[in-house]
């Protein structure tokens, strides 16, 4: 079983900046695209950014566009998010999931459905 454990979470100031890792286990992490998507208290789940399996390409939702930023570390099966100019909109539980489509190089899912892994989930607290 493939798990995904989240940390980097914490209380930060609006202008400030945070990095989230995602730790995975198992020995397939390289094949599958990961995201991010967060969850604030009376909102849907929404999707935040995608990372192909490659590392290659990388895809974001408009909110976050150029403050955040997804990377991965293949050979560490670990995926970040690095949070700059954060904003107290960007207040939320903070989760990482692996994709269902393995080697999938084609359009970015933002559903959470099309995810089949996540993560506990981390705490993101911005204030004003």
């Known amino acids: 079983q493939v798990q995904l454990v989240e940390s980097g979470g914490g209380l930060v100031q609006a202008g400030g900046s945070l990095r989230l890792s995602c730790a995975a286990s198992g020995r397939t992490f390289s094949r599958y695209n990961m995201g991010w998507f967060r969850q604030a208290p009376g909102k849907e789940r929404e999707f935040v950014a995608a990372i192909r399996w490659s590392g290659d390409s990388t895809y974001y939702a408009d909110s976050v566009k150029g403050r955040f930023t997804i990377s991965r570390d293949n050979a560490k099966n670990t995926v970040y998010l690095q949070m700059n100019s954060l904003k107290p909109e960007d207040t939320a539980v903070y989760y990482c999931?692996?994709?269902?489509?393995?080697?999938?190089?084609?359009?970015?899912?933002?559903?959470?459905?099309?995810?089949?892994?996540w993560g506990q989930g981390t705490q993101v607290t911005v204030s004003s």
């Open positions: 999931a692996r994709d269902r489509r393995a080697f999938y190089s084609g359009t970015y899912y933002t559903a959470d459905t099309l995810y089949d892994v």
